[in-house]
Structures are given as C-alpha cells and as structure tokens.
C-alpha cells in the first residue's frame, strides 16, 4: 500500500509563489506515474502536471512555463513549484500516483492502482 500526504498549500499573492510537497510512504519503489491534480468546487478534478518513472514530465498549456513537478526519491516526496501564480490557480491540489495495474473482472478491463492524497488548498488573492 501507499499513503500520500499534501503540505504546503496556503494564501498567496497573484504573481506570486508556493512550493507544494507530498509525503510519500510505504511501496513507494512502485509508483510508476506520479502526479498533481487540482479541484475547484462545482468542477471536475483536473490533471496539472505528471511525472513517470523515466523523469518525463508533463503540464497541462495552463501552468506550463510557470510550475516545476519533481520528485525527490531521497526524501520520498513529490513537490510542485508554483510561480507566477494566477487567481485562476486556485484549488485544492491533490497528489496521486499510480503502482501498477489490476484485472477488474466486473468490466473484463485493466485499471490502474491509483493512490490519493487529501488535498491541499491554494488560494490565489489580493
């Protein structure tokens, strides 16, 4: 199993930054896709950026240029730098990874084994 754990949300300027971290323990060697979700109540959970186990990344046009995802397997943590951040960039930030796959026989498919944090919130205001 694997527990994540979210810090460093908070209140920050428009233009301003934060750094987010996730604590990351037990079968962690296995997660194979990090990643940053944010959520906005009333709207669907969305992707901002992931990272896999080769060290690619990716953003979503939204936060690209302005967040940095990257994971520190010394520590055992995914962190997500914010710049230049934007009111729009307000949400609860969630962490996510994924550790393999598994056979769901109800709908005969392979599915990821996804792992959530509780969230975070970041808030963008003057």
Known sequence: QVQLRESGGG???P??????SCAMSGDTPS????????????????LVAHIISSGDTYYIDA??????IS??????TLDLRMN??????????FCYGE???????????????EHWGRGTLVTVSS
Do not use: C, H, I, M
């Open 11 to 13: 209140l920050v300027q």
């Open 15 to 20: 233009g301003g930054s934060l750094s987010l």
């Open 31 to 46: 997660l194979t896709l990090l990643a940053w979700y944010r959520q906005v109540p009333g709207k669907k959970r969305e």
């Open 63 to 68: 936060v690209k240029g302005r967040f940095t």
């Open 71 to 76: 994971r520190d397997n010394a520590k055992d």
């Open 84 to 93: 230049y951040l934007k009111p729009e960039d307000t949400a609860v930030y």
């Open 99 to 113: 550790r393999g796959v598994y056979y769901d026989d109800a709908d005969y498919t392979y599915k990821p084994r």
